[in-house]
């Protein structure tokens, strides 16, 4: 299914990787092999403040697991979500219940409809993408693995992070 | 972390990109230039950083046998020339197709192969198959439908070149990657001869890119290595590529392609197949190229131009049997070349001398400003007797698919005024005649 690409917007993604200091993770897996679990890893050595949803387990990666977002007793400024495509669409109406900052869904959390009840709820919306090589692609060290980050500048960057 | 005033990304040209793409200025010197780190090692941060760069959780320098960050610049300069989404870089080209093909192969498998291919990759698939106990079949690339009809349950991938060398076969690229996709198998294309500027597989419908970058990306014969661009688009979760998607032994049970998404296949290429094998490219090499590919465009109109000048009037020579160039006109391969290659077919082709073998070699010993060697892409002229040279290991048989005669003459057009390489093979039918 392609992802349109107004979910995958450049200026978007750099907003909310600058702008956001909580960054709470659906379906984050204490297991240290799961692709959830690279991200809160990067997340937090990067400097956000990682808060894992995951009702199975009361405690990852040393941070409090709350069972829903409707549970977490602060600002969301990033709902990250690492769940089937079709349990994304009643986390997107939580995220807009507790006045989130923005939705990304991870690399294959594909849901058109989530997306549309994120973007009609005021948040910004990233589809199809992983927040840690985004974060890698624009303000980290991911051209150190050779990857294409499409970032093509002239300028002096400040020292990678 | 600071919001650095960033503008609006811009979908850059390609000569643009061919000085600029992964040469950002280096954030703690402000050299303009890619410094050749020219170093085995570096230091950790701490222990719990380098814990993080051996998990991949972090992306970080660890050792430069498997990531260098002058590399890395080449790489994705490379990459991006490409429009993959990232690239690893290898020792040589051989290195690079041996890693690729190392990391989705099983015993067992099978490959289906253009049998118009460079002598040294004819042969490299015949050894490395037979050690690794993997079949192989070649089949005229010509036709799409004897790529269809070499499949087999156990094919795993199809490998064949844009451009093929040194019979100057122009590869129907997407309905082969079409029917590769048919079988859930990824098509593997060697575009060394067309370069990024004359053609992009990917674009086509390719999921892997392989290059000899001591060819024209380099530009100047002054170094060997290779790369490995990735589409990015293939899903390695199909099911016939357990290799990528199932954890891996070979690295504490972390499943690439989960993880890591459509980078997966380069991850699992550089962080378990380039550390085994340990064919890296040197960080020198790297510059090197780097530097080529700054004028890759324009060396690659000249080329072009001096080759379609050369093949035209070798055309007109009595004592030419035939030239096969798919950038002349009557060429068979006309077709696709428009298709694919509407900037040009390249600087490397063929011609017949009428008179054979020894006439071969008679020719080559009259030429000057030629250089008789074996290499192409280089920006000096050069030339080569394939029978007798590259593609010696072949028998008849195999000479013959790969479209090479005993009087058969290889030339890489380099960039010179054209009008003294005619002067130079002017002379050399001067010493046949």
């Given at each position: 299914?392609?992802?349109?690409?107004?979910?995958?917007?450049?200026?978007?993604?750099?907003?909310?990787?600058?702008?956001?200091?909580?960054?709470?993770?659906?379906?984050?897996?204490?297991?240290?092999?799961?692709?959830?679990?690279?991200?809160?890893?990067?997340?937090d050595?990067?400097?956000?403040?990682?808060?894992?949803?995951?009702?199975?387990?009361?405690?990852?990666?040393?941070?409090?697991?709350?069972?829903?977002?409707?549970?977490?007793?602060?600002?969301?400024?990033?709902?990250?979500?690492?769940?089937?495509?079709?349990?994304?669409?009643?986390?997107?109406?939580?995220?807009?219940?507790?006045?989130?900052?923005?939705?990304?869904?991870?690399?294959?959390?594909?849901?058109?409809?989530?997306?549309?009840?994120?973007?009609?709820?005021?948040?910004?919306?990233?589809?199809?993408r992983?927040?840690?090589?985004?974060?890698?692609?624009?303000?980290?060290?991911?051209?150190?693995?050779?990857?294409?980050?499409?970032?093509i500048?002239?300028?002096?960057p400040?020292?990678?992070? | 972390?600071?919001?650095?005033d960033?503008?609006?990304?811009?979908?850059?040209?390609?000569?643009?990109?061919?000085?600029?793409?992964?040469?950002r200025?280096?954030?703690?010197?402000?050299?303009?230039?890619?410094?050749?780190?020219?170093?085995?090692?570096?230091?950790?941060?701490?222990?719990?950083?380098?814990?993080a760069?051996?998990?991949?959780?972090?992306?970080?320098?660890?050792?430069?046998?498997?990531?260098?960050?002058?590399?890395?610049?080449?790489?994705?300069?490379?990459?991006?020339?490409?429009?993959?989404?990232g690239?690893?870089?290898?020792?040589?080209?051989?290195?690079?197709?041996?890693?690729?093909?190392?990391?989705?192969?099983?015993?067992?498998?099978?490959?289906?192969?253009?049998?118009?291919?460079?002598?040294?990759?004819?042969?490299?698939?015949?050894?490395?198959?037979?050690?690794?106990?993997?079949?192989?079949?070649?089949v005229?690339?010509?036709?799409?439908?004897?790529?269809?009809?070499?499949?087999?349950?156990?094919?795993?991938?199809?490998?064949?070149?844009?451009?093929?060398?040194?019979g100057?076969?122009?590869?129907?690229?997407?309905?082969?990657?079409?029917?590769?996709?048919?079988?859930?198998?990824?098509?593997?294309?060697?575009?060394?001869?067309?370069t990024?500027?004359?053609?992009?597989?990917?674009?086509?419908?390719?999921?892997?890119?392989?290059?000899?970058?001591?060819?024209?990306?380099?530009?100047?014969?002054?170094?060997?290595?290779?790369?490995?661009?990735?589409?990015?688009?293939?899903?390695?979760s199909?099911?016939?590529?357990?290799?990528?998607?199932?954890?891996?032994?070979?690295?504490?049970?972390?499943?690439?392609?989960?993880?890591?998404?459509?980078?997966?296949?380069?991850?699992?290429?550089?962080?378990?197949?380039?550390?085994?094998?340990?064919?890296?490219?040197?960080?020198?090499?790297?510059?090197?190229?780097?530097?080529g590919?700054?004028?890759?465009?324009?060396?690659?109109?000249?080329?072009?131009?001096?080759?379609?000048?050369?093949?035209?009037?070798?055309?007109?020579?009595?004592?030419?049997?035939?030239?096969?160039?798919?950038?002349?006109?009557?060429?068979?391969?006309?077709?696709s070349?428009?298709?694919?290659?509407?900037?040009?077919?390249?600087?490397?082709?063929?011609?017949?001398?009428?008179?054979?073998?020894?006439?071969?070699?008679?020719?080559?010993?009259?030429?000057?400003?030629?250089?008789?060697?074996?290499?192409?892409?280089?920006?000096?002229?050069?030339?080569?007797?394939?029978?007798?040279?590259?593609?010696?290991?072949?028998?008849?048989?195999?000479?013959?698919?790969?479209?090479?005669?005993?009087?058969?003459?290889?030339?890489?057009?380099?960039?010179?005024?054209?009008?003294?390489?005619?002067?130079?093979?002017?002379?050399?039918?001067?010493?046949?005649?």
């Amino acid at each position: 299914m392609p992802v349109s690409r107004e979910y995958q917007e450049p200026e978007t993604i750099q907003r909310i990787l600058h702008q956001a200091r909580t960054v709470a993770i659906v379906g984050l897996s204490p297991n240290e092999l799961r692709a959830s679990n690279f991200v809160g890893f990067y997340a937090d050595r990067h400097g956000y403040e990682v808060i894992p949803v995951n009702p199975r387990e009361d405690e990852i990666m040393g941070f409090r697991s709350y069972p829903s977002l409707e549970d977490i007793p602060k600002t969301v400024d990033v709902v990250d979500v690492f769940r089937d495509p079709s349990a994304a669409i009643n986390i997107a109406r939580q995220a807009v219940a507790v006045g989130a900052g923005a939705l990304w869904l991870q690399f294959g959390v594909i849901s058109d409809q989530a997306a549309e009840i994120a973007r009609a709820g005021g948040l910004d919306v990233v589809m199809d993408r992983c927040f840690k090589i985004e974060h890698a692609r624009y303000i980290g060290r991911m051209h150190w693995l050779g990857f294409n980050t499409r970032v093509i500048t002239g300028r002096r960057p400040a020292h990678l992070l | 972390m600071q919001n650095p005033d960033q503008k609006p990304l811009r979908s850059f040209g390609f000569h643009t990109r061919s000085v600029h793409a992964g040469a950002r200025p280096e954030p703690n010197t402000g050299a303009r230039a890619v410094p050749i780190f020219q170093t085995s090692s570096y230091v950790f941060e701490d222990p719990e950083s380098a814990a993080a760069y051996f998990n991949l959780q972090e992306y970080g320098n660890t050792y430069s046998r498997i990531m260098n960050p002058t590399v890395a610049a080449f790489e994705e300069r490379v990459g991006n020339l490409e429009g993959g989404i990232g690239a690893v870089a290898f020792a040589s080209g051989l290195a690079a197709q041996s890693a690729v093909l190392f990391t989705l192969l099983n015993p067992g498998d099978h490959v289906v192969a253009s049998a118009a291919l460079y002598g040294g990759t004819v042969t490299q698939l015949k050894h490395l198959f037979r050690k690794m106990s993997v079949g192989l079949t070649f089949v005229d690339p010509d036709s799409p439908e004897n790529w269809k009809a070499a499949l087999a349950d156990e094919t795993k991938l199809l490998f064949a070149e844009t451009i093929g060398n040194p019979g100057g076969n122009v590869l129907d690229i997407e309905p082969v990657a079409g029917i590769a996709h048919g079988h859930d198998i990824p098509l593997v294309v060697d575009n060394t001869f067309a370069t990024p500027y004359l053609c992009r597989p990917i674009d086509w419908g390719a999921d892997i890119v392989v290059h000899s970058a001591t060819k024209f990306l380099g530009g100047h014969g002054t170094s060997i290595g290779g790369v490995v661009v990735d589409s990015g688009e293939f899903d390695w979760s199909n099911g016939k590529f357990p290799v990528i998607s199932d954890p891996s032994p070979a690295y504490h049970g972390l499943a690439f392609h989960e993880t890591f998404g459509g980078y997966g296949y380069l991850m699992k290429l550089r962080a378990e197949t380039l550390r085994d094998l340990g064919s890296a490219m040197s960080p020198f090499n790297a510059f090197l190229f780097m530097q080529g590919i700054e004028t890759l465009p324009l060396r690659m109109e000249r080329h072009v131009a001096n080759a379609v000048t050369l093949a035209d009037w070798l055309r007109g020579r009595s004592e030419v049997a035939a030239v096969r160039y798919a950038g002349l006109d009557d060429s068979p391969y006309s077709t696709s070349r428009a298709k694919y290659l509407p900037k040009g077919a390249g600087a490397v082709f063929c011609f017949d001398l009428a008179a054979g073998r020894e006439a071969g070699q008679e020719f080559i010993r009259g030429v000057e400003l030629f250089s008789h060697l074996a290499n192409v892409g280089d920006a000096k002229s050069l030339i080569i007797h394939p029978a007798s040279t590259t593609h010696r290991q072949l028998d008849e048989e195999e000479l013959a698919a790969a479209g090479i005669g005993p009087g058969t003459i290889r030339l890489s057009v380099g960039i010179e005024d054209v009008d003294d390489l005619i002067w130079d093979l002017e002379a050399a039918f001067a010493r046949i005649a």
